[in-house]
Nanobody, 125 residues
Framework: QVQLVESGGGLVQRGGSLRLSCAAS????????MGWFRQAPGKEREFVAG????????YYRDSVMGRFTISRDNAKNTVYLQMDILKPEDTAVYYC??????????????????WGQGTQVTVSS
């Protein structure tokens, strides 16, 4: 069983920054692919960013490219999402997810095995 705990959400003004963290339990964190998803009210959960087990491969949805950065520290069992130049349309609950097969980045919610409880990010205009 893997437990994921997100932190770092909050309220920020347009153009501001936040750094989300996701701490994972388990001795094999370094073998997982990790992802960040978000879900706004009335919308489906969508892929934001993903990283493979080593951190050598990362992918982003087009709307966050150049503004968000995903990274991981396998020694700390933690994955991060640095969010800069935030926009009101980034407002959502952000979820961390783990896929047990981590050679490549995973893009679909169906490919992830464990989910965190989510953290709210609100960007005011």
């Amino acid at each position: 069983q893997v437990q994921l705990v997100e932190s770092g959400g909050g309220l920020v003004q347009r153009g501001g920054s936040l750094r989300l963290s996701c701490a994972a339990s388990g001795r094999t964190f370094s073998s997982y692919a990790m992802g960040w998803f978000r879900q706004a009210p009335g919308k489906e959960r969508e892929f934001v960013a993903g990283i493979n087990w080593s951190g050598a491969s990362t992918y982003y949805r087009d709307s966050v490219m150049g503004r968000f950065t995903i990274s991981r520290d396998n020694a700390k069992n933690t994955v991060y999402l640095q969010m800069d130049i935030l926009k009101p349309e980034d407002t959502a609950v952000y979820y961390c997810a783990a896929a047990l097969t981590g050679l490549r980045v995973r893009f679909s919610t169906r490919e992830y095995d464990y989910w965190g409880q989510g953290t709210q990010v609100t960007v005011s205009s």
